[in-house]
């Protein structure tokens, strides 16, 4: 016996002793209670306090396999504070990626919709936009005339973060309205960056720009910096040799899973704190018109498609050994992070993951996602949720002969 729910990142499939609980022994609640399993499955957090990575189905465990570490140690940590703002933030990020979509438009045209959360505490989000950042800043960095890499910071002290990114970002706002500035620099681009020495239990924030502009002296620069900034800091300016690789340098920063996870838990909710709705990477003068965080959007469902499905019916269809999902598998997997976790078994040898695909890929894709459809492909057992947290999780139920049963 079957039940649908809607949920606003996709559509989760329930089913009697689908469920793995960290609170149960058993596979799920006996058959009289299946009202009292759609009843509770619509409360909110307010209501069930279930913690965000209790249940985690079968496409987040792909997703984010290769950060899930990383990814409880920071939801622990939201989800303990006593911040609502950051409890929220936590509930979201436990629903990242929960159920890919694919769909094609009235073009017959194919859009896929992996749901990612979107939240830069979010180690897969944060890796995906640094991923696509770089992308940009490759090609911004290489249009420059004279790149420099220059790095503005100030002496440490025991303030709290914000304070001092507060005390920072004003500085940089300050020194950019300068004559020197606006003498030397036409253009640029800038990344935050915060790092944390946990023995002293202080934080270090600082700024690294790529400049293009005319030849500026480092005593100049630092003499304008100090002066901006009311007090004792530091400034360092070296070429871009390598313009590729300063770009790559610079976007890296905007993925620190790694560092953020190694934290405790009271330092990560600090930082969660103070960078929600900063701007960490941002273009200026003639680069302006470059908005290198742009390509953090991610495509929106159609508001008619004609057709559209879960990616677990591809992907059942594709192991089953359906001519059209296999054929379709191999483009789902360069079509962004999340679908090349989830197919990426499926790529052929010839084709890079990277490698994006072409107009007419395209085209084959949206008309076979139709013919799926008209097919009336289905899955033959609904995809199964699993404990992550908690306690130790049970054996993943797609494991071994038994995949995603």
Same mark, same amino acid.
Request: with cysteine.
């Given at each position: 016996?079957?039940?649908?729910?809607?949920?606003?990142?996709?559509?989760?499939?329930?089913?009697?002793?689908?469920?793995?609980?960290?609170?149960?022994?058993?596979?799920?609640?006996?058959?009289?209670?299946?009202?009292?399993?759609?009843?509770?499955?619509?409360?909110?957090?307010?209501?069930?306090?279930?913690?965000?990575?209790?249940?985690?189905?079968?496409?987040?465990?792909?997703?984010?396999?290769?950060?899930?570490?990383?990814?409880?140690?920071?939801?622990?940590?939201?989800?303990?504070?006593?911040?609502?703002?950051?409890?929220?933030?936590?509930?979201?990020?436990?629903?990242?990626?929960?159920?890919?979509?694919?769909?094609?438009?009235?073009?017959?045209?194919?859009?896929?919709?992996?749901?990612?959360?979107?939240?830069?505490?979010?180690?897969?989000?944060?890796?995906?936009?640094?991923?696509?950042?770089?992308?940009?800043?490759?090609?911004?960095?290489?249009?420059?005339?004279?790149?420099?890499?220059?790095?503005?910071?100030?002496?440490?002290?025991?303030?709290?973060?914000?304070?001092?990114?507060?005390?920072?970002?004003?500085?940089?706002?300050?020194?950019?309205?300068? *004559?020197?500035? /606006?003498? =030397? !620099?036409?253009?640029?681009?800038?990344?935050? $960056?915060?790092?944390?020495?946990? +023995? &002293?239990?202080?934080?270090?924030?600082?700024?690294?720009?790529?400049?293009?502009?005319?030849?500026?002296?480092?005593?100049?620069?630092?003499?304008?910096?100090?002066?901006?900034?009311?007090?004792?800091?530091?400034?360092?300016?070296?070429?871009?040799?390598?313009?590729?690789?300063?770009?790559?340098?610079?976007?890296?920063?905007?993925?620190?899973?790694?560092?953020?996870?190694?934290?405790?838990?009271?330092?990560?909710?600090?930082?969660?704190?103070?960078?929600?709705?900063?701007?960490?990477?941002?273009?200026?003068? *003639?680069?302006? /018109?470059? =908005? !290198?965080?742009?390509?953090?959007?991610?495509? $929106?469902?159609?508001?008619?498609? +004609? &057709?559209?499905?879960?990616?677990?019916?591809?992907?059942?269809?594709?192991?089953?050994?359906?001519?059209?999902?296999?054929?379709?598998?191999?483009?789902?997997?360069?079509?962004?992070?999340?679908?090349?976790?989830?197919?990426?078994?499926?790529?052929?040898?010839?084709?890079?993951?990277?490698?994006?695909?072409?107009?007419?890929?395209?085209?084959?894709?949206?008309?076979?996602?139709?013919?799926?459809?008209?097919?009336?492909?289905?899955?033959?057992?609904?995809?199964?949720?699993?404990?992550?947290?908690?306690?130790?999780?049970?054996?993943?139920?797609?494991?071994?002969?038994?995949?995603?049963?």
């Amino acid at each position: 016996m079957l039940w649908g729910l809607s949920f606003p990142l996709g559509v989760l499939i329930l089913c009697n002793q689908s469920v793995v609980g960290s609170s149960s022994e058993d596979n799920g609640p006996p058959a009289d209670d299946a009202f009292e399993v759609l009843r509770s499955s619509l409360l909110v957090h307010s209501e069930t306090n279930a913690h965000p990575l209790e249940v985690q189905s079968h496409a987040q465990h792909c997703v984010h396999e290769s950060v899930k570490k990383q990814r409880a140690t920071i939801v622990e940590a939201l989800w303990s504070s006593a911040d609502a703002g950051l409890i929220r933030r936590a509930s979201k990020m436990g629903l990242c990626c929960v159920s890919p979509m694919i769909f094609a438009d009235a073009r017959m045209m194919p859009v896929v919709v992996a749901g990612h959360c979107r939240d830069r505490m979010c180690p897969t989000c944060m890796r995906r936009r640094a991923a696509k950042v770089k992308g940009r800043l490759v090609g911004l960095v290489g249009a420059m005339n004279s790149p420099r890499f220059l790095t503005l910071t100030e002496r440490d002290t025991d303030e709290p973060l914000t304070v001092r990114m507060n005390r920072l970002t004003a500085a940089v706002k300050k020194l950019r309205r300068t *004559k020197a500035w /606006k003498a =030397n !620099v036409c253009g640029g681009v800038m990344v935050w $960056e915060t790092t944390r020495n946990v +023995a &002293a239990g202080t934080w270090h924030p600082h700024v690294h720009l790529i400049l293009d502009g005319r030849f500026w002296a480092h005593a100049a620069i630092l003499a304008e910096w100090k002066q901006a900034l009311g007090g004792d800091g530091s400034a360092r300016i070296e070429a871009c040799h390598d313009r590729v690789k300063a770009a790559r340098y610079l976007a890296k920063y905007l993925a620190k899973d790694a560092d953020l996870a190694s934290w405790p838990a009271d330092t990560i909710v600090e930082f969660a704190s103070a960078m929600h709705r900063r701007r960490l990477v941002a273009t200026f003068g *003639k680069s302006h /018109k470059v =908005n !290198v965080d742009l390509c953090d959007v991610e495509p $929106e469902k159609p508001e008619l498609p +004609a &057709a559209s499905m879960s990616y677990a019916v591809v992907y059942e269809a594709a192991k089953a050994g359906h001519e059209v999902a296999l054929a379709a598998a191999p483009l789902l997997a360069r079509l962004g992070i999340a679908f090349r976790e989830l197919f990426s078994e499926f790529r052929t040898p010839c084709m890079a993951l990277e490698e994006k695909p072409s107009a007419s890929d395209f085209v084959d894709l949206g008309e076979w996602i139709m013919l799926m459809q008209d097919q009336g492909v289905q899955l033959e057992q609904p995809v199964q949720h699993v404990s992550t947290v908690r306690k130790k999780a049970p054996a993943l139920p797609w494991s071994g002969d038994d995949h995603m049963r």
